[in-house]
């Protein structure tokens, strides 16, 4: 069965709506679209009910756009939740990044993996974890309270939602648009990109593509070790960093890859960076990390 633009879907049971790119939105009984461009790019308006979207990668400035009567949700290629009750919208995102629109004034917040925001007349318009309660709108930040021991740590971004953040540009190019942080390397230049935090025990995940260049370098301890990341034909790859004690493990898709020395020193605390070769060009997605409680023995 094929839509065309305006036409309205009401479902009894679950149903599966697929674009050409292969972005797929999944209704829940009960739920209620019509088919309309909410922004630049493809999209519909969630009129009632609940839906869950993987959607693929969109091109850059036409985003995949999901509209309720409070919001607009415009996707950049992610996993997530959209449920749509009376006055009331709630998105839950487990991977990737989205940008939430509040249509009453217009403001936004961006949200990235396993986080949720809602939109009511009750609760703050915010990005917050899922294991974390929303608060009341106009409620008092709570203060942190101290992790029990053993707990599990919490992962966060490693980068802020709107810009660098804490992180300088040593060579190259560097940009951030819809949570994707992309370096241009010159023709006879790298780039290069320092985060300013030092870490000793340290876990961190990403997605990373590499173009124009054989690979790419993530580098621990500032330039003490570093692991090279291929660049598998343009294609987004899984990384997965590990440091703890003497202990440091660095895996793309899964499989290990050797760690080559750079100062080549016993691991130790220093900054992160990302690296790649002159003429090439390397995009971060969905990096974050977590800092554990304690160093295993």
Not at 90 to 111: E, I, N, P, Y
Request: glycine content about 10%.
């Amino acid at each position: 069965m094929a839509l065309r633009s305006g036409d309205r879907l009401a479902v009894n049971g679950p149903v599966a709506l697929v674009w050409e790119d292969g972005s797929r939105l999944d209704l829940a009984a009960g739920a209620q679209v019509r088919v309309v461009r909410p922004g630049t790019g493809p999209g519909l308006l969630l009129e009632r009910g609940t839906l869950t979207a993987e959607i693929a990668r969109q091109r850059p400035g036409l985003p995949f756009a999901i509209a309720t009567a409070e919001a607009r949700i415009e996707v950049l290629g992610t996993h997530f939740t959209v449920s749509a009750q009376a006055q009331r919208t709630q998105v839950d995102l487990f991977t990737g990044v989205v940008r939430m629109l509040r249509v009453a004034d217009g403001s936004k917040v961006v949200l990235r993996g396993m986080e949720t925001a809602t939109i009511a007349a009750d609760v703050e318009f915010a990005a917050h974890p899922f294991s974390e309660p929303v608060p009341a709108a106009g409620a008092p930040a709570p203060a942190p309270a101290a992790a029990p021991t053993g707990a599990e740590p919490v992962w966060i971004p490693l980068f802020a939602t709107d810009g660098l953040g804490e992180w300088s540009p040593q060579h190259g190019t560097w940009t951030e648009h819809d949570g994707v942080v992309r370096g241009v390397a010159g023709a006879q230049d790298a780039a290069r990109l320092l985060g300013r935090r030092d870490y000793q025990d340290v876990e961190l995940t990403c997605r990373l593509r590499v173009s124009d260049a054989l690979v790419a370098e993530l580098q621990v301890g500032d330039y003490n070790w570093f692991a090279e990341i291929p660049a598998h034909d343009g294609a987004w790859v899984a990384v997965a960093l590990t440091q703890h004690g003497n202990d440091l493990r660095v895996t793309v898709d899964g499989l290990a890859v050797p760690l080559l020395p750079g100062a080549g020193l016993p691991p130790r605390a220093g900054p992160l960076a990302f690296y790649v070769r002159p003429g090439g060009a390397l995009e971060i997605d969905s990096a974050r990390v977590r800092v554990p409680t304690q160093t295993p023995r």
